[in-house]
C-alpha cells in the first residue's frame, strides 16, 4: 500500500518447475510461488509489512492446520518471517 492505503504490484515474475516440483500437489506449487516470489523480491518487501494476494483458498488453510508436510512447515515459517 502506498501513503493513501492502495495497493499496488511491486513487480512480476516467473520461472520454470523443475521436474521434482511438477509434482508437487498444487497447494504446493502456489505456496512455491509466494515462496519464490518473496525471495525474488526481498529488496523491496525486506522489514516492510505486505499481503499476497492469491485466489488458491488452501493457502489459507495452512496457517491454520498441524498436518503439514516438513516442506509445506519450512514454507510456512519462511513465509511468516
Known amino acids: 500500500q502506498d501513503g493513501k492505503a492502495r495497493e499496488h504490484v511491486i513487480g512480476y515474475a516467473s520461472r520454470t518447475l523443475s521436474a521434482s516440483e511438477r509434482k508437487y500437489s498444487p497447494t504446493e506449487r502456489e505456496c512455491l510461488a509466494i515462496v519464490y516470489g518473496c525471495n525474488y523480491h526481498r529488496p523491496y518487501i525486506e522489514g516492510t509489512r505486505f499481503t499476497a ?19 509445506l ?3 510456512a515459517i519462511q513465509i511468516a518471517t
Open 53 to 71: 494476494i492469491t485466489d488458491h483458498k488452501a493457502l489459507k488453510w495452512l496457517h491454520s492446520t498441524k498436518d503439514l508436510n516438513s516442506r
Open 73 to 75: 512447515a519450512r514454507w
